[in-house]
């Protein structure tokens, strides 16, 4: 099994309009279990275009520069469209507790997008416990991933 994330760089996080509440919300639970964030915006809850926000943390996450992203817009099929414009971006729409461990395990996602309008909070949080807490599993899905990129 290989190794999930470095969880000594930040998880960089952004939402538009429709993931405001939850996105403050949850850099304050990230945050308080110890994780360092950086936070992509929105930083008001005014309608935004969600690319703005998709872009940043996409590239924060194909540099390196954090260990994975969570994107969040009310159906998150946009910031998982725009995300996975990036080349290095596997971003996953995760509505299901299952989806969040088999996008991990065998997509090896590192962007998890969240449709707020359509899942609660403290569900929100399970799903990102379980796609942090998940490994890769590597071996026959490696190929497939490789296969990914164009």
């Known amino acids: 099994m290989l190794l999930s994330f470095d969880l000594t760089k930040p998880i960089a996080i952004g939402s ?33 275009d969600y690319p703005d ?8 996450v194909e540099s390196g520069e954090a260990a994975f992203g969570i994107l969040l817009c ?23 507790s299952e989806v969040a461990k088999l996008v991990r395990q065998h997509n090896n996602a590192n962007i998890i997008c969240l449709p707020a309008r359509f899942i609660a909070l403290e569900f929100a949080k399970s ?4 796609f942090i807490s998940t490994n890769f599993e590597g071996g026959r899905h490696e190929r497939r991933v490789e ?4």
Request: net charge neutral; glycine share 10%.
């Open 16 to 48: 538009d309009h429709a993931g405001f509440d939850y996105k403050k919300e949850l850099v304050g639970w990230l945050a308080g279990k110890g994780f360092q964030v950086k936070d992509f915006g929105v930083d008001e809850n005014k309608s935004v």
């Open 53 to 60: 926000y998709a872009h940043p943390v996409s590239n924060s």
């Open 74 to 96: 009310g159906s998150a099929n946009g910031v998982c469209m725009t995300a996975n414009k990036h080349q290095n971006i596997r971003a996953a729409l995760c509505w299901e």
């Open 127 to 130: 799903l990102i416990e379980i």
């Open 147 to 150: 296969k990914m990129m164009c």
